[in-house]
């Protein structure tokens, strides 16, 4: 191969997708929705919680609760 040629990384034959788990609710998780910067991660879950995500990092940085049943969809404004 030519020396100006650059090669990818090599991938192992058995690596795995999963680049971060997001740990923080009790119950399963029925949506999910990034922000428009993409900075942000949104889940909602049926343990009656809302919990906002850093992207990168994987924190949490708010967890809105007070929901009397499951969330089961979420969303960010544009603005």
């Keep these: 191969m030519p020396w100006w ?3 990818g990384p ?3 034959a058995n690596w795995s997708a999963t680049l971060q788990t997001l740990e923080g609710h009790s119950d ?3 949506a999910v929705a990034f922000s428009p ?3 942000q991660l949104a889940s909602g879950s049926s343990d009656k919680t ?3 995500w850093d992207a990168a ?3 949490t940085l708010q967890t809105l609760e007070g929901h ?3 969330v089961s ?7």
Excluded: H, L, N, Q
């Design 5 to 7: 040629i650059k090669r």
């Design 10 to 12: 090599e991938v192992e």
């Design 28 to 30: 399963t998780v029925w």
């Design 37 to 39: 910067d993409g900075k």
């Design 50 to 52: 809302v919990r906002i």
């Design 57 to 59: 990092t994987g924190a």
């Design 68 to 70: 009397s049943d499951g």
């Design 73 to 79: 969809a979420v969303a960010f404004s544009p603005d």
